[in-house]
């Protein structure tokens, strides 16, 4: 359960990240998220490389507002 909640929340704040236009709030959420994924990744909640994908998808978003 816990950890579907830490899925969740992470799914959530990814969401918001993409839909945010200011630059300086993303990169705020961007270490938030980043950070978020790490975690899911050291617990084995996600694999690894989703959570790399995940970090560089978004880290191109945020230096293209």
């Known amino acids: 359960m816990?950890?579907?909640y830490y899925a969740t929340t992470t799914r959530t704040f990814i969401k918001k990240l993409r839909n945010t236009t200011d630059k300086k709030?993303?990169?705020g959420l961007y270490q938030k998220v980043s950070s978020m994924l790490d975690r899911l990744a050291k617990r084995n909640i996600i694999h690894k490389n989703k959570?790399?994908?995940n970090k560089s998808k978004l880290a191109?978003?945020?230096?293209?507002?």
């Open 2 to 4: 816990r950890n579907r």
């Open 25 to 27: 709030e993303a990169e």
């Open 51 to 53: 959570a790399a994908n």
């Open 60 to 65: 191109k978003f945020v230096s293209t507002l």
